[in-house]
């Protein structure tokens, strides 16, 4: 059951993390949760689907036995159509242009135009009363990318000149997406969308302060019921991790003692592929440190109220103080209500229902216009999502992929079964 929103943030503990993160898990994994669907995906777009589907048609009995020799290779077709179709998507490139919105640096281009059309006037005027003479002055002197005319000014007005914050902000995210290899990965994010019907990525700030992207794995993602393609409208996003318990410690840290750990792993054994009891400790590391478990990392949203009390001071200006939550006003007090959605994290251990990295997001992401409203830091896109049904291009092709395999081992049963040419002699 899901936690209420609508209560104190500092409420908003440990306790009411982790309530709702059992409760989002445990509802995408009864009604969204299909890891088999998407390994037979993979099959049909490598070429390595089962065969056993198609020889029920073909005549062979549960033995496996045929009375006709027949070649049951699987013929590549999906994986031939899904190379045109990624070749085609690789094509189609774009820019990040940034361009300058705030009044300031509006004023700075507006200043910067006027300076330069009237030291063209002036060159010009120079040039009437005397030819030659202006490359002398002040407005004669021109630098590198500076318009030479009033045409080419309108140009640069129009199409080529940039402010400088803008243009440092454009080199800013060419080095964010070369240091994360983003291109790569946006190739590999259109390659899911076409497989499995939807792709995404993440973005967070690392120890160290620097912007990282990763890409998500299309199994592992995890939503609440949405509508909209690009999953804008989700309550909560996630991703699950298979990790062992030993880089389980390089994430949590001293987050759980080292007798939690073990209890996580006894929870995992029979799990996984990890065996049925606990191995034996060694000199060097715990018998249990190469266990797997699964990590949901997952983000949702929520509503965070503050309440204000307005007054007047000893001076009778008019003052604004913060207030108890769940203040409302009198007839001699007056209490503000504002409310904005926050973004809170955690990082749930499967089968154990153990949560670390938990809290309230930082560097959370909101537009000036739009101060209340923020996003999360998973984006996942689905472009033939319906009420959250997914269907993905590989899958929409299987039945065709089907038909050209059982067509071609017909054909290979009709050559069998041909009567050879030959004649017939009347004794």
């Known amino acids: 059951m899901f936690p209420s929103h609508l209560i ?17 898990w445990h509802t995408w994994y009864n009604n969204g949760y299909k890891r088999d669907h998407f390994r037979m995906l993979d099959d049909y777009a490598q070429g390595r689907q089962s065969i056993e589907q198609y020889k029920p048609v073909m005549g062979v009995d ?18 031939k159509l899904l190379t045109q179709a990624k070749s085609r998507l690789n094509k189609a490139g774009y820019n990040i242009v940034a361009t300058a919105i705030d ?24 040039e009437k009363i005397m030819p030659g003479f202006s490359e002398y002055t002040p407005a004669g002197k021109t630098k590198v990318g500076e318009a030479q005319d ?17 243009i440092e902000i454009e080199q800013a995210l060419e080095v964010v997406f070369n240091h994360n290899n ?3 990965t ?13 792709g995404g990525v993440k973005e967070y700030i690392d120890s160290n302060g620097s912007i990282r992207i990763r890409k998500v794995n299309p199994w592992g993602i995890v939503s609440s019921f949405c509508r909209k393609r690009d999953f804008s409208d989700a309550e909560y996003l996630g991703e699950i991790i298979e990790l062992t318990i030993g880089e389980l410690k390089q994430w949590a840290q001293d987050q759980f003692t080292e007798e939690e750990y073990k209890q996580i792993a006894e929870t995992c054994c029979n799990k996984y592929g990890n065996p049925d009891i606990l191995p034996a400790n060694n000199a060097m590391s715990y018998g249990y440190d190469s266990f797997k478990i699964e990590v949901v990392d997952m983000e949702f949203f929520s509503v965070n109220e503050d309440y204000f009390e307005r007054g007047v001071n000893n001076y009778g200006n008019a003052v604004i103080s913060r207030a108890p939550y769940g203040s409302k006003s009198t007839n001699s007090r007056e209490f503000l209500r504002t409310s904005y959605k926050v973004v809170y994290k955690c990082c749930y251990i499967v089968h154990s229902d153990k949560i670390f990295n938990y809290g309230l997001c930082t560097d959370m992401k909101r537009v000036k216009s739009q101060l209340n409203d923020t996003s999360m830091s998973f984006h996942f896109y689905a472009p033939s999502m319906r009420n959250m049904r997914i269907v993905s291009k590989v899958e929409e092709v299987i039945p065709l992929a089907d038909q050209v395999q059982i067509a071609w ?11 050879p040419k030959g004649i017939m002699i009347e004794f």
Do not use: C, M
């Not at 104190?8 to 989002?24: L, S, T």
């Not at 946006?186 to 939807?198: A, N, Q, W």
């Open 103 to 126: 009044p300031l640096a509006q004023k700075e281009l507006q200043d910067y135009f006027k300076e330069l059309e009237a030291k063209i006037k002036i060159k010009a005027e120079i």
């Open 150 to 166: 009033l045409e080419e000014l309108e140009l640069q007005k129009n199409y080529t000149y940039q402010h400088q914050a803008t």
């Open 8 to 24: 104190d943030p500092r409420k908003k503990n440990k306790d009411w993390i982790q309530q709702f993160a059992r409760a989002a």
């Open 186 to 198: 946006r190739k590999i994010s259109k390659e899911d969308t076409l497989v499995y019907g939807v």
């Open 62 to 79: 549960e033995q496996g036995e045929s009375w006709t020799e027949l070649d049951f290779t699987v013929l590549p077709v999906i994986p």
């Open 409 to 419: 081992l017909k054909l290979q049963q009709a050559i069998a079964e041909a009567r």
């Open 182 to 184: 983003f291109w790569e």
